[in-house]
């Protein structure tokens, strides 16, 4: 019998079938047992590219990860670092949105994933460029990723059903279009994200007006010889 052309399996396979189980059922159906049924394979046979589940679940992790559009941070991108948080906010959540129950993996952290070590670096370097302290880009890696991953998690939306009689106003008076909101979740959950953001921006700013406005004894930020400009002022 003539060899396949094509490797029966391989990791790109492992992860693309893993991933859609987690899209589909959630982290708890992927086991080696059930990703060989899928594959049509011996499970003994997944150990030839991954050790354990977890292994598997960060491969498919950093799949996402690797999804994120991270070109405004390049150099000569010509973004200031407002903007660059903003576009790049948008692609994250975007990508982590399409695999709500991946995000739990995701939130931990990227650990030894290189995609998402990317991602980090590309933040937390850009920010530092552009005059943020380097504890101060930390902390706004590390904000960003709350916020984005707390968005993605779920749909404020869908946790109203669209049945109007389940608000009675006598008990909450203030929820008699509630039952809407189901049918309106990408309006409501982006339009939330989108202001949640802007509100996070607009302090951020804030705040780096003041580190720029700092004596020139202390530590103030500066964009010499940066790709990325200060952020312009927002009413």
């Avoid at 959630?26 to 080696?32: D, F, H």
């Avoid at 576009?87 to 650990?111: C, F, M, N, Q, T």
């Avoid at 404020?156 to 039952?179: E, N, S």
Wanted: glycine fraction near 8%; aromatic fraction near 8%; charged fraction near 20%.
């Amino acid at each position: 019998m003539a060899r396949p052309r094509k490797p029966l399996l391989s990791r790109e396979r492992i992860i693309e079938t893993a991933g859609a189980l987690v899209d589909a059922e959630g982290l708890s159906a992927v086991s080696t047992r059930r990703l060989a049924a899928e594959l049509g394979v011996s499970g003994p046979s997944l150990y030839n590219h991954f050790r354990t589940k977890d292994e598997i679940l960060e491969a498919v992790a950093d799949a996402v990860s690797a999804r994120v559009d991270l070109s405004m941070f390049a150099e000569g991108d010509g973004r200031d670092w407002r903007t660059a948080l903003h576009d790049w906010a948008v692609s994250y959540r975007a990508a982590l949105a399409d695999h709500p129950r991946l995000v739990p993996v995701l939130a931990v952290g990227p650990g030894r994933r290189p995609a998402g070590l990317r991602v980090a670096d590309a933040v937390f370097g850009a920010m530092v460029r552009a005059g943020w302290p380097p504890a101060q880009a930390t902390h706004i890696g590390a904000l960003m990723r709350y916020f984005i991953t707390g968005s993605a998690l779920g749909s404020f939306a869908r946790g109203f059903v669209d049945d109007a009689t389940a608000y009675d106003p006598a008990d909450y008076p203030h929820l008699g279009q509630a039952h809407l909101l189901a049918e309106r979740q990408r309006q409501v959950d982006e339009g939330a994200f989108e202001t949640g953001l802007r509100a996070l921006l607009d302090g951020l700013s804030l705040q780096y007006e003041r580190y720029a406005s700092a004596p020139a004894s202390a530590p103030a930020p500066t964009t010499a010889g940066t790709t990325l400009r200060p952020a312009p002022k927002h009413p």
